[in-house]
């Protein structure tokens, strides 16, 4: 097989999706936004017809395939206009998780609702005084009994309000050294102790973010995912697949705004021809479809290698996917909205929200410049810089 | 009830189709190519039918006759649930014309039936590219078999179908009992999307090719030269010329009358 090329089966699922996601497109997604209303009947649509279950083993009634195969539904829906940000969540990150590592119990509970979307979990590690800095994460679970007390904040958490659960990374305390070891907790969203707040942001989204506050939060033993102490290898196995999800989301926007910016200028005609005559309108699209694809292939090269198992170069390859997406995604939605004129601004063409949501993905899940010294450091073997 | 559903290969509608230059066939090498959209609920409906009468084991054959790439079109179908695909391919095909196509269709349904009978065939209302619909009157009639066409409500009760259909001027139910020839309308069903598990399910799925020799089809009663029409010429359709802006200075509704009962619309 012809590994620059997407399998068939891939080519079919990209297709069907796209299909399902052109009869809701962008001017849905944005007046569900606008209203403050949530896009559920999509995400209910996609998840009936397996495509947000397609990572989830087939015994929990899944599709059996990989984070190839649910970042290419994330990007064909991005692509129609119509992302479902809680893709990157939910399923990659999330179900991946506890398909990983989880208990059977755990697998038995969680999975077959992540393979038909019934289920959402919501994902929490960002603190307000731990960003980039996994290692200062401060919300903490203790033992009481058989349960576990959870404590702490967590900031910029997607989707919240839309959940059944969140995954909270945590750390627990080892009670005979007193050391803290990441810990990943299932917490109902309706726990007692657990309160959340959106955060106002100048975002045209369905999805809204919140803080979440845990005090005390009592758990079940079985709220914790895995085994004890095994959390950083559970937490990473995690977060590849979200910067895949997040780059399949940047890619899929970018091609959703050359689209329009391509259709613009074959039509619009000024000076008696259309615009896209004048190479300083088509360079642009042309440079920007180059770096929309090369990300895309990085992408699809880190899919792979993750799926294949080999979480190191997957983290690696993730990383630059994830970078080159954004880049090429705020780059593309800069270049359409000139093209259109005074028209890129106007709602009806459905660009300048673009500007938000594509500037977003330079920031999360992990920030350009922490990108940036993963790979001077790793990739290059310069002096580590934080 | 096993259900044998006759679909094509066809240019995509939305592309930018045209005629090849030499025999003014249909040019499937410079356009891509789909299961017509119209034969998407031909397929539904069998799937439905099928899946309505639990228990039974009914199944759905998907059939196609067209080029290599029409395989496409039975792959679609296999993905959207049916259960296996019979491909008639034979360059000696290529420029048949529908009494051919309805000749190669019937002795490919006659030879799935000697395997396992079949009670229906189902067919779209037209292809979207020749857009004839005259095939399943003319495959029921080499069949032998009744023929109930533009179905745009179907449901079935043992081995009687009853069938709605809409004319311009009045709505008729009819019944039929099986073996039957139907086609169906664009109003009868919302075609699915494909599944992930029956677009990986499809890989597995039987499909089988079978030539003008396995059919025991005369090649000269087949392909261009066998067709009864010729096209002599073919021409790209002009581009549209640009519409008439009628600018409403309060007179937008009389202006507005005033040009269709000009181009005689009222």
């Given at each position: 097989m012809n590994p620059y090329a997407e399998s068939a089966e891939r080519v079919a699922l990209r297709k069907a999706v796209a299909d399902l996601a052109a009869g809701y497109g962008r001017g849905y997604f944005s007046e569900r936004a606008r209203a403050g209303e949530k896009t559920t009947d999509l995400w209910a649509d996609m998840g009936k017809h397996g495509y947000l279950g397609v990572a989830v083993p087939e015994e929990y009634g899944g599709g059996g395939g990989g984070i190839g195969d649910l970042a290419a539904v994330c990007e064909e829906l991005a692509t129609a206009g119509c992302p479902l940000l809680l893709m990157v969540v939910s399923p990659a990150i999330c179900a991946t998780v506890i398909a990983r590592f989880g208990t059977d119990e755990q697998k038995q509970r969680w999975l077959p609702g992540f393979a038909d979307g019934t289920r959402t979990m919501a994902f929490s590690i960002t603190e307000p005084d731990a960003g980039s800095n996994a290692h200062k994460i401060t919300t903490t679970g203790r033992r009481d009994g058989d349960d576990w007390l959870l404590t702490g904040r967590k900031t910029y958490i997607s989707g919240v309000d839309e959940a059944e659960s969140v995954l909270v990374v945590a750390r627990t305390e080892d009670a005979r050294t007193g050391r803290l070891q990441p810990a990943l907790f299932v917490v109902p969203t309706d726990a007692p102790g657990f309160e959340w707040k959106p955060i106002a942001m100048d975002l045209l989204s369905p999805e809204r973010q919140f803080t979440l506050f845990f005090d005390d939060v009592r758990l079940p033993a079985n709220a914790l995912v895995g085994a004890e102490g095994a959390g950083i290898a559970q937490l990473f196995a995690g977060l590849n697949p979200e910067r895949i999800m997040a780059a399949s989301f940047s890619t899929g926007l970018g091609r959703f705004a050359l689209r329009r910016a391509t259709e613009y200028v074959k039509t619009r005609e000024v000076f008696g021809a259309p615009i896209g005559s004048h190479q300083a309108l088509a360079h642009p699209l042309a440079q920007s479809h180059i770096e929309i694809e090369l990300a895309r292939l990085m992408t699809q090269r880190a899919a792979a290698l993750y799926d294949a198992g080999d979480d190191a170069a997957a983290g690696e390859a993730a990383n630059m996917a994830k970078y080159a997406a954004a880049e090429a995604a705020c780059t593309v939605?800069?270049?359409?909205?000139?093209?259109?004129?005074?028209?890129?601004?106007?709602?009806?063409?459905?660009?300048?929200?673009?500007?938000?949501?594509?500037?977003?993905?330079?920031?999360?899940?992990?920030?350009?410049?922490?990108?940036?010294?993963?790979?001077?450091?790793?990739?290059?073997?310069?002096p580590k810089s934080y | 009830m096993n259900i044998v559903v006759c679909v094509k290969y066809v240019p995509d509608a939305t592309g930018d189709r045209r005629?090849?230059?030499?025999?003014?066939?249909?040019?499937?090498?410079?356009?891509?190519?789909?299961?017509?959209?119209?034969?998407?609920?031909?397929?539904?409906?069998?799937?439905?039918?099928?899946?309505?009468?639990?228990?039974?084991?009914?199944?759905?054959?998907?059939?196609?006759?067209?080029?290599?790439?029409?395989?496409?079109?039975?792959?679609?179908?296999?993905?959207?649930?049916?259960?296996?695909?019979?491909?008639?391919?034979?360059?000696?095909?290529?420029?048949?014309?529908?009494?051919?196509?309805?000749?190669?269709?019937?002795?490919?349904?006659?030879?799935?039936?000697?395997?396992?009978?079949?009670?229906?065939?189902?067919?779209?209302?037209?292809?979207?590219?020749?857009?004839?619909?005259?095939?399943?009157?003319?495959?029921?009639?080499?069949?032998?078999?009744?023929?109930?066409?533009?179905?745009?409500?179907?449901?079935?009760?043992?081995?009687?179908?009853?069938?709605?259909?809409?004319?311009?001027?009045?709505?008729?139910?009819?019944?039929?009992?099986?073996?039957?020839v139907l086609s169906v309308t664009d109003q009868s069903n919302e075609p699915r999307y494909p599944s992930f598990k029956g677009i990986m399910a499809a890989k597995k799925k039987p499909v089988e090719t079978w030539s003008l020799a396995d059919l025991g089809v005369p090649a000269e009663q087949v392909g261009l030269a066998a067709a009864w029409t010729k096209v002599d010429a073919s021409a790209a359709r002009p581009p549209r010329e640009a519409g008439t802006i009628v600018t409403d200075e309060g007179d937008g509704a009389a202006r507005l009358v005033e040009f269709l009962a000009g181009q005689k619309f009222i």
């Open positions: 939605v800069d270049r359409a909205i000139q093209a259109h004129g005074g028209n890129g601004l106007a709602s009806e063409y459905g660009l300048a929200s673009l500007l938000a949501a594509t500037r977003a993905g330079r920031i999360a899940p992990v920030s350009r410049e922490m990108v940036l010294n993963f790979v001077a450091m790793h990739s290059l073997g310069l | 005629f090849n230059d030499a025999d003014h066939t249909v040019d499937r090498v410079g356009v891509d190519g789909l299961l017509s959209e119209l034969d998407e609920y031909a397929v539904e409906e069998a799937l439905k039918i099928v899946e309505a009468s639990d228990g039974s084991e009914g199944e759905v054959t998907v059939l196609t006759v067209g080029p290599e790439q029409a395989a496409d079109a039975i792959r679609k179908s296999l993905q959207m649930g049916a259960h296996k695909g019979v491909h008639v391919l034979d360059d000696a095909i290529h420029g048949s014309d529908a009494a051919a196509t309805s000749l190669l269709l019937a002795e490919a349904i006659k030879k799935v039936g000697a395997e396992s009978a079949w009670d229906l065939v189902i067919c779209g209302m037209a292809s979207t590219d020749g857009s004839m619909s005259v095939v399943p009157a003319m495959l029921a009639e080499r069949l032998g078999v009744a023929q109930v066409t533009f179905g745009s409500e179907i449901s079935v009760t043992g081995d009687m179908v009853s069938i709605r259909r809409d004319g311009d001027t009045a709505t008729e139910t009819v019944e039929a009992s099986t073996p039957l």
